[in-house]
């Protein structure tokens, strides 16, 4: 028996295995509807929402992370610049801006393609790494828009390999 058979079955609904997860780390999960679940993740720097949504005909399992900004608009332009020098850095997912919504979100997708069953470690994977990737780019994202830092001395302050995971 596998070590993640007692999490879930092989023909459990993706957000079922998602709110599995929240539930083995102890994160608050609001089922919203059969398709999206909402997590909160607890960071070192700040709450993160995590928003999984399945799409059965894309077959596709997104994840998108959102956390509040309120950078100046004067240096709006900068923390653009500053999210093109994280995305280079970025394996997976990327950062994008919603200034009407004042958030910094981070996205990343899942394909399963072939009717193939998510799995409890590809889950934890994309979230362990989505909250890593915002860990890692908070503090330089900060700098940027309240210290007048440039974007690529603010970059220098990204860890460059986080350990432990969320």
């Known amino acids: 028996m596998a070590l993640t058979d007692h999490f879930y079955e092989d023909d459990?609904?993706?957000?079922?295995?998602?709110?599995?997860?929240?539930?083995?780390h102890g994160w608050p999960a609001d089922r919203m509807d059969e398709d999206h679940v909402v997590i909160t993740v607890e960071g070192q720097w700040r709450n993160y929402a995590v928003t999984m949504a399945w799409s059965e005909p894309d077959r596709m399992l997104r994840l998108i992370l959102t956390?509040?900004?309120?950078?100046p608009a004067h240096r709006e332009n900068a923390l653009y610049e500053a999210l093109n020098?994280?995305?280079?850095?970025?394996?997976?997912?990327n950062f994008t801006w919603w200034p009407d919504q004042r958030l910094m979100t981070y996205r990343y997708a899942l394909n399963?393609?072939?009717y193939q069953d998510v799995t409890f470690e590809q889950v934890d994977t994309m979230m362990g790494a989505a909250v890593a990737a915002c860990?890692?780019?908070?503090?330089?994202f900060q700098l940027v828009t309240w210290a007048e830092r440039t974007p690529s001395d603010a970059m220098g302050v990204a860890i460059s390999e986080v350990a432990g995971t969320a």
């Open 12 to 24: 459990d609904h993706p957000i079922d295995v998602v709110e599995q997860l929240a539930l083995s």
């Open 67 to 71: 956390f509040e900004m309120e950078p």
């Open 85 to 93: 020098h994280a995305n280079d850095r970025c394996w997976s997912g």
């Open 112 to 114: 399963l393609a072939g």
């Open 135 to 140: 860990e890692r780019f908070y503090p330089a």
